[in-house]
């Protein structure tokens, strides 16, 4: 059975994020491997997605260096999903990172009770890498 839109509605828990090669290199866990973070899909058809590296300062960054550091450590975007096929559209309207402004990334959906597994290509076009988000249900 596929999944529909309503099998994503709420809010999930980062478990954790991969960048997986094909080749058989060790994953890559852009912001450690134990980065917190939080999706959220709304019946009306609206996702926003933060993730951080979950030892961070607990001083907000006063210098250019720190703010650098803050914004490297951290990654949000939010727009618009659609599911169709097995898998999930985001079209992301706001971000952190600019250059993912006006892209739609494709996650294809696994959902095993209260866990859902997002994967695909990376942001990057043509990298030798997909993405892998585990989610937990809140």
Excluded at 73 to 82: L, N, P, Q, W
Excluded at 119 to 129: E, I, L, T, V, W
């Amino acid at each position: 059975m596929k999944p529909e839109a309503k099998d994503l509605l709420g809010a999930w828990q980062l478990v954790g994020w991969s960048l997986v090669y094909a080749d058989g290199r060790p994953p890559e866990f852009p912001l450690g491997e134990d980065a917190a973070g939080i999706i959220m899909y709304t019946p009306d058809g609206h996702v926003s997605a933060t993730l951080m590296r979950k030892q961070r300062p607990a001083a907000a960054p006063a210098s250019d260096a720190e703010k650098a550091i803050a914004y490297s450590e951290s990654f949000a975007y939010a727009g618009r999903y659609e599911v169709r096929e097995g898998a999930v559209y985001h079209s992301i309207k706001v971000a952190t990172n600019p250059a993912l402004i006006g892209i739609t990334s494709t996650r294809y959906i696994e959902l095993a009770r209260d866990r859902l597994i997002l994967s695909g290509p990376d942001f990057a076009a043509g990298s030798p890498r997909t993405q892998r988000i585990e989610w937990r249900r809140a």
